[in-house]
């Protein structure tokens, strides 16, 4: 097996993601799914961290544009990702990975709260390591979670997984002529507004050469092709992605 271009990752997993083929909640089918994706990674001796949306049970900006203070709405956002998390854990464990939930939220009886170095050592014992309740503040969203914690632990890669196949310069799904990126350095996302992430977390990304791989979830074997090397998706920071 050939030595991966990536020693530590974070993979950024939206709460869409975790509805699978429902309209709404948690599929612990396709939770599995996942776990067996990263598997792959985790045999190759990659360290995986994740942080996790929680879109599919509770939309923070969606609540406070319908009325709901908008600090209320962040919060309970926040908790719709350790449910996230705590049910990627159990898949996770179905499928004989170990793993560690941490969260910025404090819940001890379910979750260890959020300790850089702690998660480092977990990560260091090949732990997968799942980061739940975003920043622990309203109005940051899990992208820049992901950007910040990426950071945090020194991570090689934010692996971003999304519905579609890679960046595009408009929406695939309505328009069939979408140019689909390779490579697009940062400042380009955000003068063009592409919508991979927010704004914030990709300034946070690029000011700590952090490349930021953008890969379809649901094409089985993705995650170990990227790991193996392979050309998938879009890379943002192309640059930095060279020199891992």
């Known amino acids: 097996m050939s030595t991966p271009p990536f020693k530590r990752i974070l993979l950024k997993l939206s709460g869409e993601a975790f509805k699978g083929s429902r309209d709404y909640g948690i599929d612990p089918e396709f939770l599995v799914f996942v776990a067996n994706e990263l ?3 985790y045999e190759r001796g990659v360290q995986i961290a994740i942080v996790i949306g929680g879109g599919n049970i509770f939309r923070g900006i969606a609540a406070a ?3 709901m203070d908008r600090v209320t709405a962040d919060y309970s956002g ?7 998390a705590l049910a990627l854990q159990d898949a996770l464990k179905k499928v ?3 793993s560690r939930v941490q969260t910025s939220i404090e819940m001890k009886e379910i979750a260890e709260p959020f300790i850089l170095q702690k998660a480092v050592r977990h990560l260091e014992k090949n732990r997968i390591v799942i980061f739940a309740g975003g920043t622990g503040n309203p109005y940051f969203t899990t992208d820049t ?8 632990i020194g991570a090689d890669a934010i692996f971003k997984a999304t519905q579609v196949d890679g960046v595009y310069d408009c929406d695939p799904m309505t328009n069939p002529d979408a140019k689909k990126y390779d490579e697009l350095p940062y ?5 063009k507004d592409l919508k991979v992430m927010d704004s914030t977390a ?6 700590n050469d952090l490349p930021i791989v953008v890969f379809k979830l649901t094409d089985k074997g993705n995650i170990g092709k990227i790991l193996g090397g392979e050309s998938i998706g879009t890379v943002i920071g192309g640059e930095c992605y060279a020199k891992s």
Do not use: F, P, W, Y
């Not at 990709?202 to 000011?207: F, N, V």
């Open 39 to 41: 598997k792959e990674g």
């Open 96 to 98: 004989g990975l170990d």
């Open 187 to 191: 400042m380009e996302v955000l003068q």
């Open 78 to 84: 926040m908790l719709a990702t350790i449910m996230n």
């Open 65 to 67: 544009a319908n009325g």
């Open 145 to 152: 979670t992901a950007a910040l914690r990426a950071a945090e």
């Open 202 to 207: 990709i300034s946070l990304s690029k000011d």
